[in-house]
């Protein structure tokens, strides 16, 4: 009796601890099991930023990306090779490294930056594919015969640190972005086994276990399988051991074929009009094309604000997250466009944000086919339902098809708080809207109509 009594007291313990609960196993079966954090679901905002040795060219012909400069340099792209003949005359891409000198990067006021813009969260290149490390990566040592990393060239300081001790003086998660291979890796193109056994996971365990990422938001996976990569071994000890096992986010793109078929959060790009109603989601795009700084790109290549709150908005409706990237130059400034867009964005979001924060996918996502009459979003928590208007209707009213309110049903603008009045006409709902008042709207781009408490069924 005493041996079972201990027993059954030990087995309290090891659930209370923890240490008792299933572990993810190394296979996509259980890793697939382990659920999206639920504050990055309740974020729905995020800013990408693409940063690095690439930003000292700055350059690609529109549509194209600039971060990808050096694969250009060294696979005959004309345009790449020309412009670089112009302005770096005989010097080689690593040599750049010494220009890279962000000697106008100020971290806080980048947090402050983003902060305003209503982003909940930050994901920063450590490195991409050019190999370059935004932190003071011994790793690079083993490859490169050269200086590679920014602790000890060009801006000569743990750029990637400075930021996530920024950022978490604030309410923005910091977060990066890793790619697996590196296009022209010593290691990567004569060993493969080698180059990820020696190289790839010393250098993402020592950015998980030195920095404490709240996202890890990984790329680089076409080149080679999960299982080259060690993808799942990786996956079960950040989910099982390391210090961010419970809050840390991650991604679908840990080899070739594994991309939206398993994974954490699926990653499009560029590609709005993909759905994953029942796999959760996050699109990424440039303000602009590129996602690196692009000096090519003119004022009428970027997003206006309006299109880039549609597009957030649009995610947030299908039951998403919004990925906005912004690309700082080699001085370690956000170009003002960019800066203006965030400015801009923040300001409809502090008006407009608890249609966005913690929000699901209503049962209808939008209402009007070729061109959207509006967007739904659903608050659980508060039962309530959100229209989100991309411009104010005509003649003073608006139907929402296909709804069924309660007699007494409050409907509201939210803007201004003002009490809207309606009338059930049939299946639908036709809520009355006062006269456009520029002098007591400060909302601009989308207007918001809020429908208290309503079930979503």
């Not at 890279?100 to 982003?119: C, H, M, N, Q, T």
Request: charged share 25%; with cysteine; net charge neutral.
């Amino acid at each position: 009796m005493r041996r079972r009594l201990l027993l059954v007291l030990a087995c309290t313990w090891l659930s209370a601890t923890g240490l008792f609960a299933q572990a993810y196993q190394p296979d996509w079966a259980s890793l697939d099991k382990r659920p999206v954090p639920q504050w990055y679901k309740d974020a729905k905002f995020g800013i990408f930023i693409h940063w690095g040795v690439y930003s000292v060219p700055g350059y690609s012909k529109k549509r194209e990306y600039a971060e990808w400069y050096q694969y250009g340099l060294n696979h005959n792209d004309t345009a790449r090779i020309r412009y670089h003949k112009a302005k770096f005359g005989d010097l080689t891409y690593y040599q750049l490294a010494d220009q890279f000198k962000a000697e106008l990067y100020d971290p806080a006021e980048w947090a402050r930056v983003i902060e305003g813009s209503g982003a909940k969260y930050v994901v920063l290149t450590s490195k991409h594919h050019d190999g370059f490390a935004n932190w003071p990566s011994q790793a690079t040592a083993l490859a490169w015969s050269m200086p590679w990393n920014a602790g000890v060239t060009g801006p000569h300081r743990d750029l990637l640190g400075d930021l996530f001790a920024a950022l978490r003086k604030t309410s923005v998660h910091p977060g990066m972005y890793y790619s697996l291979y590196e296009w022209f890796n010593p290691i990567w193109l004569n060993d493969k086994p080698r180059y990820v056994t020696e190289y790839m996971l010393p250098q993402m365990h020592d950015l998980i276990n030195t920095y404490h990422p709240d996202v890890f938001w990984t790329d680089g996976d076409w080149e080679a399988s999960d299982t080259l990569f060690h993808s799942r071994e990786f996956l079960a000890w950040l989910y099982n051991e390391s210090p961010v096992k419970d809050q840390v986010v991650t991604y679908d793109r840990w080899g070739k074929g594994i991309r939206f078929h398993h994974g954490g959060v699926y990653t499009p790009e560029y590609q709005p009009d993909l759905d994953f109603k029942d796999h959760y989601f996050e699109e990424s795009r440039g303000m602009g094309f590129s996602y690196g700084y692009n000096r090519a790109e003119d004022s009428w290549d970027y997003n206006s604000a309006q299109s880039l709150v549609l597009a957030l908005i649009d995610k947030v409706s299908r039951g998403g997250n919004f990925l906005l990237d912004i690309g700082p130059d080699e001085h370690g400034k956000i170009p003002p466009i960019m800066e203006e867009r965030l400015q801009q964005m923040g300001h409809w979001m502090s008006i407009n944000s608890e249609a966005i924060y913690g929000a699901v996918r209503w049962k209808k996502v939008s209402q009007g086919d070729s061109v959207k009459e509006c967007f739904f979003t659903y608050s659980p928590e508060r039962k309530d339902l959100y229209v989100l208007l991309p411009r104010w209707p005509s003649g003073g009213r608006f139907v929402v098809r296909d709804l069924a309110l309660p007699a007494g049903t409050t409907v509201e603008l939210l803007d201004t708080k003002q009490a809207l009045t309606w009338k059930a006409v049939g299946k639908d709902v036709e809520i009355r809207l006062p006269a456009f008042d520029p002098n007591r709207m400060t909302s601009e781009y989308v207007y918001v109509i809020k429908i208290h408490s309503i079930n979503n069924k």
